[in-house]
């Protein structure tokens, strides 16, 4: 990959627009980029050193497996999500795998020796990661806390709804979206049997909420879907 490209991969992300053009130009020297294809699985925990990744386009499941064995939905991740050793530690607690859902992803990522020195070498740089980090982890534990506080059908109401306001295409009343997951990967995701979320769907779709298959989710009338949230509130 050419150095200009590897360029403007960085350039029009957010984390690294308090960089100056020389600064970024600079990044590319130690920045690594991959391809993967759909259903590709990347390893993370099987990589020599421990990296950030920024996915530069498509969409990744991440999920994690912990030592007994168990394996949950840790993230979807889409363009512009960083991921990795976030905390800049290796952690050895679980196994992590990124599993490609899009026909296609691209990746750049660095080493977390150079993402420490870059860190200290631009100190705008290390205040914009802290924003980064720190706005994911508001979000995963606003996620958590839905999970603790609600039941099942709710917790799966909430998720429809982050998910249809992220990624839904709207067409007069109506809102699709592009399915990738499974039954099971959405029953882990709200931490559920794969009976419940499947019950839970289908109760949806006989009234009316939603209309489901494999490939994608439909929402006849989104107001009303949007109501139905707000009740469970």
């Known amino acids: 990959m050419s150095d200009t490209l590897k360029y403007w991969y960085l350039r029009d992300h957010?984390?690294?627009?308090?960089?100056?053009?020389?600064?970024?130009?600079?990044?590319?020297?130690?920045?690594?980029?991959?391809?993967?294809?759909?259903?590709?699985?990347?390893?993370?925990s099987e990589i020599e050193e421990p990296r950030i990744f920024l996915l530069k386009k498509g969409r990744i499941k991440l999920t994690v497996t912990d030592e007994a064995g168990n394996e949950s939905v840790e993230?979807?991740?889409?363009?512009g999500d960083l991921f990795g050793a976030l905390t800049l530690e290796p952690d050895t607690t679980?196994?992590?795998?990124?599993?490609?859902?899009?026909?296609?992803v691209l990746i750049c990522?660095?080493?977390?020796?150079?993402?420490?020195?870059?860190?200290?070498?631009?100190?705008?740089?290390?205040?914009?990661?802290?924003k980064f980090v720190g706005f994911k982890m508001r979000r995963i534990r606003n996620?958590?806390?839905?999970?603790?506080?609600?039941?099942?059908?709710?917790r799966l109401l909430y998720f429809l709804n982050d998910w249809s306001e992220k990624d839904g295409v709207k067409t007069g009343s109506?809102?699709?979206?592009?399915?990738?997951?499974?039954?099971?990967?959405?029953s882990q995701i709200i931490c559920s049997s794969r009976q419940t979320a499947v019950q839970l769907l289908s109760e949806l779709e006989n009234t009316g909420v939603i209309t489901y298959n494999r490939k994608e989710i439909t929402f006849p009338n989104y107001a009303n879907f949007k109501k139905l949230v707000a009740s469970v509130g």
């Open 174 to 186: 109506t809102v699709t979206l592009e399915n990738f997951l499974t039954q099971a990967d959405i």
């Open 109 to 130: 990522s660095f080493t977390v020796a150079d993402f420490e020195n870059l860190l200290l070498k631009y100190p705008e740089l290390a205040l914009s990661y802290t």
């Open 143 to 154: 996620s958590y806390q839905n999970l603790m506080r609600k039941e099942a059908k709710s």
């Open 14 to 44: 957010k984390l690294f627009q308090v960089l100056k053009n020389e600064q970024i130009k600079q990044l590319c020297i130690i920045t690594g980029f991959k391809k993967a294809k759909h259903n590709e699985i990347i390893r993370l």
């Open 75 to 79: 993230d979807l991740l889409e363009r």
């Open 94 to 104: 679980y196994t992590t795998e990124a599993k490609v859902l899009s026909d296609e």
